[in-house]
T-cell receptor, first 116, second 111 residues
Framework: EPEVTQTPSHQVTQMGQEVILRCVPISNHLYFYWYRQILGQKVEFLVSFYNNEISEKSEIFDDQFSVERPDGSNFTLKIRSTKLEDSAMYFC??????????????FGDGTRLSIL | QQQVKQSPQSLIVQKGGISIINCAYE??????FPWYQQFPGKGPALLIAIRPDVSEKKEGRFTISFNKSAKQFSLHIMDSQPGDSATYFC??????????FGTGTRLTVIP
């Protein structure tokens, strides 16, 4: 079964440094998402991306965050200047269409980001 | 603002018993309600989902009950097994195609 793959599985970064989290969505999917999960808390939506542009973003997704689909297979999340509170598990997801059209979001196994 | 409220936070059930997890939502624009299962070190995996035009959906041992007027929905796991031990998240989506997750329920099924 096709799956969403994320790399690296664990990223340790000094506060203030830039970090790029990488995702390879399922190949025929058109919608891409980033979520985060702070340890022990719920999964929170960050951003959705469709047709090479952001379609929706949450309050968490401020100017420090950006997303990009640099080629036909990768989808990246960049944090420009990391803060301690950015430490979390970041999940990438993709879907073939909108969920209520029976096209659910499929999640990767996440990248654990630790900011020191 | 907590769009989706989930309870209980943790649940311990005997093997063969019924596990029940409840969720409530506020936004009447939500029109898709999935449940995700998450094992440690893994991402959430879609378990079952429902739209508000039906009151119940069953897939194997998993059933969603949906009460549109009360804005509540629940997951029932029949004949719970130790392999069902995981964290379960309800979620809701509407309009913007992004999911709002509940706070999760850690289910432990003891043999």
């Amino acid at each position: 079964e096709p799956e969403v793959t994320q790399t690296p599985s664990h990223q340790v970064t000094q506060m203030g440094q830039e970090v790029i989290l990488r995702c390879v969505p399922i190949s025929n999917h058109l919608y891409f998402y980033w979520y985060r999960q702070i340890l022990g808390q719920k999964v929170e939506f960050l951003v959705s991306f469709y047709n090479n542009e952001i379609s929706e973003k949450s309050e968490i997704f401020d100017d420090q965050f950006s997303v990009e689909r640099p080629d036909g297979s990768n989808f990246t999340l960049k944090i420009r200047s990391t803060k301690l509170e950015d430490s979390a598990m970041y999940f990438c997801a993709s879907s073939a269409g909108v969920a209520r059209g029976n096209q659910p979001q499929h999640f990767g196994d996440g990248t654990r980001l630790s900011i020191l | 603002q907590q769009q989706v409220k989930q309870s209980p936070q943790s649940l311990i059930v005997q093997k063969g018993g019924i596990s029940i997890i409840n969720c409530a939502y506020e936004n009447t624009a939500f029109d898709y309600f999935p449940w995700y299962q998450q094992f440690p070190g893994k991402g959430p995996a879609l378990l079952i989902a429902i739209r508000p035009d039906v009151s119940e959906k069953k897939e194997g041992r998993f059933t969603i009950s949906f009460n549109k007027s009360a804005k509540q929905f629940s997951l029932h796991i029949m004949d719970s097994q130790p392999g069902d031990s995981a964290t379960y998240f309800c979620a809701a989506e509407g309009g913007a195609n992004n999911l709002f997750f509940g706070t999760g329920t850690r289910l432990t099924v003891i043999p």
